[in-house]
């Protein structure tokens, strides 16, 4: 079966610091790769989304950064957080290439305080 | 706005009690998806209706969709203390890319014993 892996589950920053938060995804291949940003009490704001290896498309402007080395693999970067870079974070995955009804997969999130 | 409103923001029922939230989104769409999320975890799929369907069951769980006026509700009937969990709409804007969804603010859902 599939799993999805996010880590770490917490992380507390300063602010100029840099940040890179890793997903992968197991059992499967050629994923659809996501990742959200959740405030807290609100509903989720995609950031980045890819559809393979080097197609990795930005969703809003910002100091962050997001790259698949691997099919399985997403990484969320930041070179110099922000404090407005607090919050949720998530990954997820949807299978591609079996049409448009596809759910996504969530992994347990990354809770990033900035100091 | 968002694409993806959901009404009530909040709910608190008692157990038993059926438990009805609506969402309204703006765009076409291929399909409409309802996300449930615990406290501090991730989110976990529910149901999926298509933009040809009106209604569709999953076990306690019932959700139409009426294109027409672009909203749907989810009804849980007979509900649990672990219903207690916070629920999104996402839709699937029929002329995204990568299945990318788009999710509302969600309807916090408690359950008392």
């Given at each position: 079966s599939q799993t999805i892996h996010q880590w770490p589950a917490t992380l507390v920053q300063p602010v100029g610091s840099p940040l890179s938060l890793e997903c992968t995804v197991e059992g499967t291949s050629n994923p659809n790769l996501y990742w959200y940003r959740q405030a807290a009490g609100r509903g989720l704001q995609l950031l980045f989304y890819s559809?393979?290896?080097?197609?990795i498309s930005s969703e809003v402007p910002q100091n962050l950064s997001a790259s698949r080395p691997q099919d399985r693999q997403f990484i969320l970067s930041s070179k110099k957080l922000l404090l407005s870079d607090s919050g949720f974070y998530l990954c997820a995955w949807s299978a591609r290439?079996?049409?448009?009804?596809q759910p996504q997969h969530f992994g347990d999130g990354t809770r990033l305080s900035i100091l | 706005s968002q694409q993806g409103e959901e009404d009530p923001q909040a709910l608190s029922i008692q157990e038993g009690e059926n438990a009805t939230m609506n969402c309204s989104y703006k765009t076409s769409i291929n399909n409409l998806q309802w996300y449930r999320q615990n406290s501090g975890r991730g989110l976990v799929h529910l149901i999926l209706i298509r933009s040809n369907e009106r209604e569709k069951h999953s076990g306690r769980l019932r959700v139409t969709l009426d294109t027409s006026k672009k909203s749907s509700s989810l009804l849980i009937t007979a509900?649990?203390?672990?219903?207690?969990a916070s629920y999104f709409c996402a839709t699937d804007d029929h002329?995204?890319?990568?299945n990318k969804l788009t999710f509302g603010g969600g309807t916090r859902v408690l359950v008392k014993p």
């Open positions: 559809i393979g290896i080097d197609q290439g079996l049409g448009r009804d | 509900s649990r203390a672990a219903d207690t002329e995204a890319a990568g």
